[in-house]
């Protein structure tokens, strides 16, 4: 087993991302990226993503014991995905006494436009426009989900280029929000960013002037869900177990549709 000596500036974290079609686990040392493996997105469910910890523990020599801080997406996303992998990220930190951290999808993907745009490259270089990214000073980052029915999931961003790492320079404007679409287009600034796969439910009708991130930016990934755990981990945050749940920002179509019988309203 590997030897690992965890100080309060020292955090195993064991990072997870269930929310999308692409899922992925992480295993950092602090911020830095020491293993990330995709999901199978055919398989994915609480009897597969446990095994997906477990190889990538063992592959890195690390016992579960030694993991300090278990980040995971918490929302927007798949219903089912995001159930999954909370109740995975919980079971996992009580069974060896770590702390939990909930992160929003959209912070996630949010954070890996900001590291194009500041050209930091992450565990993996992110493709970048042959021109290279733009001035990232001041601009704000519109991370965007599909919600269906004319609707996006949106996290508004701004990046302060003074800050030093991406993760600290990306600065939340707004909690994440369910909007129309044409609510959100007319909010949308001249010089905006905009990132995620909620980018194809609008192309063709982003305003001149707005810049797309790469594509390669938009999957949420699980190391990156680590990054931003682990920011806030050092900026004092720490969530509760018991509390910690998805943050769907609507109801399920089930659920809705069950309020507008007779008797629910």
């Given at each position: 087993?590997?030897?690992?000596?965890?100080?309060?500036?020292?955090?195993?974290?064991l990072?997870?991302?269930?929310?999308?079609?692409?899922?992925?686990?992480a295993?950092?040392?602090?911020?830095?990226?020491?293993?990330?493996?995709?999901?199978?997105p055919?398989?994915?469910?609480?009897?597969t993503?446990?095994?997906?910890?477990?190889?990538?523990?063992?592959?890195?020599?690390?016992?579960?014991?030694?993991v300090?801080?278990?980040?995971?997406t918490?929302?927007?996303?798949?219903?089912?995905?995001?159930r999954v992998?909370v109740?995975?990220a919980?079971?996992?930190?009580?069974a060896?006494?770590?702390?939990?951290?909930?992160?929003?999808?959209?912070?996630?993907?949010?954070l890996?436009?900001?590291?194009?745009?500041?050209?930091?490259?992450?565990?993996?270089?992110?493709?970048?426009?042959?021109?290279?990214?733009?001035a990232?000073?001041?601009?704000e980052?519109?991370?965007?989900?599909?919600?269906?029915?004319?609707?996006?999931?949106?996290?508004?961003f701004?990046?302060?280029?003074?800050?030093?790492a991406?993760?600290r320079?990306?600065?939340?404007?707004?909690?994440?929000?369910?909007?129309?679409?044409?609510?959100?287009l007319?909010?949308?600034?001249?010089?905006?960013?905009?990132?995620?796969?909620?980018?194809q439910?609008?192309?063709g009708?982003?305003?001149?002037?707005v810049i797309t991130?790469?594509?390669?930016?938009?999957e949420?990934r699980?190391?990156?869900v680590g990054?931003?755990a682990?920011?806030?981990?050092?900026?004092?945050?720490?969530?509760?177990?018991?509390?910690?749940?998805?943050a769907?920002?609507?109801?399920?179509?089930?659920?809705?549709?069950?309020?507008?019988?007779?008797?629910?309203?």
């Amino acid at each position: 087993m590997r030897e690992f000596h965890p100080t309060p500036t020292i955090v195993l974290i064991l990072a997870i991302e269930t929310s999308g079609l692409a899922g992925s686990v992480a295993l950092l040392e602090s911020g830095r990226v020491l293993a990330e493996a995709p999901l199978d997105p055919a398989r994915r469910s609480a009897q597969t993503l446990a095994p997906a910890i477990d190889r990538l523990l063992r592959d890195q020599q690390m016992a579960p014991q030694q993991v300090g801080l278990v980040a995971v997406t918490v929302g927007p996303g798949s219903f089912t995905g995001l159930r999954v992998g909370v109740t995975t990220a919980k079971t996992f930190a009580y069974a060896v006494r770590a702390q939990v951290q909930g992160v929003s999808t959209l912070e996630v993907i949010g954070l890996q436009a900001a590291e194009w745009l500041l050209a930091e490259p992450p565990a993996e270089p992110l493709a970048m426009e042959a021109a290279g990214p733009p001035a990232a000073a001041g601009r704000e980052v519109h991370s965007l989900l599909d919600a269906l029915r004319g609707e996006l999931f949106v996290g508004r961003f701004r990046i302060d280029a003074l800050a030093g790492a991406a993760a600290r320079a990306l600065l939340r404007m707004a909690d994440d929000e369910l909007l129309a679409i044409d609510t959100w287009l007319a909010q949308l600034p001249a010089g905006a960013v905009v990132c995620g796969p909620g980018v194809q439910r609008v192309a063709g009708r982003l305003p001149a002037g707005v810049i797309t991130a790469p594509e390669a930016t938009w999957e949420p990934r699980a190391a990156t869900v680590g990054r931003v755990a682990w920011r806030d981990y050092e900026n004092g945050r720490r969530d509760d177990l018991w509390k910690l749940a998805p943050a769907y920002l609507r109801p399920s179509y089930a659920e809705e549709k069950a309020k507008q019988r007779p008797g629910n309203r």
